[in-house]
């Protein structure tokens, strides 16, 4: 028989210390709780059932002096079962604890992990008294002390982050050179390989999709399908095992540890994307794994006007009560521990929005901005928002306060446009120069803007210019699921093709992608396996394919590594001139002024009037002067970098522009130029804008 001591009601969740474990659970509506403990995670019965007899504040804790790291574990709470009502408490269903630091493995489907009887007339409103122990993972008692030594984080500045999006998995599953044995895992990701390639092409900071311990959907688990993005999550403090390369009840959490301390070393941050906005039970007619369990009514919104429902605003079946204080809690505690404890660099939010909606729209000045904000940890972290979600007026482009960056869909989609060859240039100019029209406003400067031209949702670069429309037969659908408006154009023959000319096109509107992407101000991030040209075979939402169709492949072909050395080009030009790293939007200089920032040309060489920018034009200049930087180096003395003219051709002819004259005396060098390779003097006062293509001169003083 385990001793037990009344032990104490803070932290939440198990705590080791040292000598014995805290066992601490939130249940604001429950009239009892039992501590289940376990021999091994496929047990369908306890070893035994603790009854946590101390309660305050809301909190069943109890303090166990024999229970050591490894010990697995998990909660039957009981209470009303009264749907009507928002309770959903049934003692019958084995719960994982909301603070579990470790969870031991996946969901084992059956009808037994629902509250309520499957085929029931009356569906969730009658409990259901099946045992679920037997298909659910456990939460897992972890030894939290680490070998840090002397890990810092990098804290690289804003205006010098270039971010490269990737899945754990999906990145070194194909890769020679990682070891067998570590391919797939946190440990793979961080082996020299891949950290020297990230290196090599200038990225700053992994963004890593989702770690957090996830649930596979039973429909896709019943298709033999997988839930590969992870965007699912039922553990919020616990990284997920699948990640793991040891076979230790617990393993993944020093792993996690292990590759966050290695990208360190290398200079490289590592941001989480996080999904506080729902979790893995889904509607009222989902499964009861811990959240539904523990306190439907604390963690949950539910529709005022019928409690057994439920408020969402995700399009996932349920949205977390963030107006509740221990829900808002458990989020920042989970923050915080990312920071503190695993040592991460920062986080971007999935369907942000939800985060801050209080009864209606999104609430830029809201609890869980202000909760971000005065927080000392989270505070100095990088905050990404993906400003987005299904709720009304979902879409929050440019609201979100300030010290929080936002993914540009704007951006996105004005850049793909204009390559797709649409008219106009106006607002392709405002993504190339920042988007202050969307950032200033909230007194946020060019680094709020987290460009993109493709992320993990949506076609791979190479889909991109190769389909105009998706192909997911694969997953099941029908081709219904995934975006529509995904279209790329597949320069004379969609899908793959042999054609010379055809697969010419197709490499320079990448290159032109890239480019764009490298020479905008704001944060360029990257999407993996684009600078490999990775395909997906037309599939724009590979969620759930966790195959070589969705793994990076890296075995390059010439194409291929032609697209690498430009893609380290491009960011090399970026990293070397800080004229393309602005932290501050370019002043706007009355008429006249000789020498201004920023000079918007068309191709005669003068300067765009309102006539051009409401002309339709395919064609821009964008000339950036040396000296328009707000850079400063360790003395504080001002950056001057090269003055450089960018030039872009999104129409179908080829055009002659003419180079603007500068005071300085110097001569005009080709950077980049989209449509052949090479760096070359300029012996003309004009230059040959092919079709299609992206030009960059720099101007060097004689």
């Known amino acids: 028989m385990t001793r037990v001591w009344p032990g104490a009601p803070a932290p939440l969740g198990a705590t080791w210390d040292g000598e014995g474990t805290n066992f601490a659970l939130f249940s604001e509506h429950a009239t009892a709780v039992e501590l289940c403990l376990f021999d091994s995670p496929e047990s369908a019965r306890e070893s035994e059932r603790i ?49 579990a630091r470790a969870i031991s493995g996946a969901i084992r489907w059956s009808d037994a992990l629902y509250g309520y009887t499957i085929g029931d007339p009356e569906q969730d409103l009658a409990m259901s008294s099946v045992d679920s122990a037997g298909g659910m993972p456990k939460s897992v008692v972890i030894e939290n002390a680490f070998s840090w030594g002397e890990d810092q984080p990098p804290r690289t500045p804003w205006s010098r982050s270039v971010i490269y999006e990737c899945h754990v998995k999906g990145m070194t599953m194909r890769h020679p050179d990682v070891p067998d044995a570590l391919r797939g895992t946190y440990l793979g990701l961080a082996t020299d390989p891949i950290i020297d390639h990230l290196r090599s092409i200038g990225v700053t900071a992994v963004e890593l999709l989702p770690v ?66 729902h979790t893995a039970e889904g509607n009222h007619l989902g499964p009861t794994l811990c959240f539904r369990g523990v306190d439907n009514a604390a963690y949950y919104r539910l529709d005022p006007d019928d409690r057994r429902y439920y408020l969402d605003t995700t399009g996932c079946g349920n949205s977390l009560n963030v107006e509740h204080s221990r829900t808002m809690q458990l989020i920042a505690d989970s923050l915080r521990h990312w920071v503190r404890d695993m040592h991460v660099d920062g986080f971007r939010f999935d369907l942000a929005p939800t985060l801050a909606r209080e009864g209606g729209p999104m609430n830029p000045f809201g609890k869980f901005f202000d909760v971000v904000r005065q927080d000392p940890v989270l505070s ?78 949506g076609f791979t670069l190479q889909d991109l210019v190769s389909y105009e429309r998706k192909h997911n037969e694969a997953n099941g659908e029908a081709n219904r699921d995934g975006h529509d408006d995904d279209a790329g154009r597949n320069w004379g023959h969609e899908g793959p093709s042999e054609a010379p000319h055809i697969i010419r096109m197709r490499d320079r509107m990448k290159r032109n992608f890239i480019a764009t992407l490298a020479f905008s101000q704001g944060i360029p991030m990257l999407s993996h396996g684009d600078e490999l040209g990775r395909t997906q075979r037309g599939n724009n939402n590979g969620y759930c394919q966790d195959s070589p169709l969705t793994w990076v492949d890296w075995s390059l072909d010439a194409g291929g590594r032609d697209m690498l050395r430009f893609v380290r080009q491009v960011f090399a030009l970026r990293d070397e001139n800080p004229v393309f790293r602005r932290r501050t939007f370019f002043r706007q200089h009355p008429e006249g002024d000789a020498a201004p920032e920023l000079l918007w040309l068309r191709p005669d060489g003068g300067a765009m009037t309102s006539e051009e920018w409401d002309s339709g034009t395919h064609v821009l200049g964008m000339l950036l002067r040396g000296d328009a930087t707000d850079e400063i180096d360790d003395r504080g003395r001002p950056v001057v970098g090269e003055t450089v003219l960018l030039l872009l051709n999104g129409g179908g002819r080829t055009v002659r522009f003419t180079l603007p004259a500068l ?39 004689e």
């Open 212 to 277: 957090q311990h996830f649930a596979v959907d039973r429909f896709l688990h019943e298709r033999g399908l997988t839930n590969y993005w992870g965007y699912n999550t039922i553990g919020f403090f616990a990284p997920d095992v699948r990640y793991s390369a040891g076979r230790g009840v617990g393993n993944q959490v020093a792993e996690f540890k292990t590759m966050v301390k290695r990208f360190h070393r290398a200079g490289l941050e590592v941001i989480l994307d996080v999904v506080y906005n």
């Open 51 to 99: 009854p946590l007899r101390e309660r305050t504040a809301q909190v069943w804790h109890a303090y166990l002096p024999d229970v050591r790291p490894g010990q697995l574990y998990g909660y039957r709470v009981h209470g009303p079962y009264a749907p009507h009502e928002g309770h959903r408490f049934n003692p019958y269903k084995l719960l994982l604890d909301p603070y």
């Open 380 to 457: 100095r972290v990088k905050l990404i928002a993906e400003p987005w979600d299904l709720g009304p007026e979902g879409y929050q482009i440019g609201r979100f306060p300030i010290g929080w960056a936002e993914w540009n869909g704007r951006y996105r989609d004005t850049v793909r446009r204009f390559w797709r060859g649409d008219p106009g240039v106006a607002e392709l100019a405002s993504r190339l120069a920042g988007s202050s029209d969307l950032y200033q406003p909230s007194l946020r400067p060019p680094q709020a803007s987290v460009n993109f031209v493709t992320c993990h949702d």
């Open 663 to 701: 005071a300085e005396r110097g001569v005009w060098t080709e950077l980049v130029n989209t449509a052949r390779p090479g760096s070359r003097p300029v012996r003309d006062d004009a230059v040959s804008l092919v079709a299609h293509s992206l030009l960059l001169l720099g101007h060097r003083a």
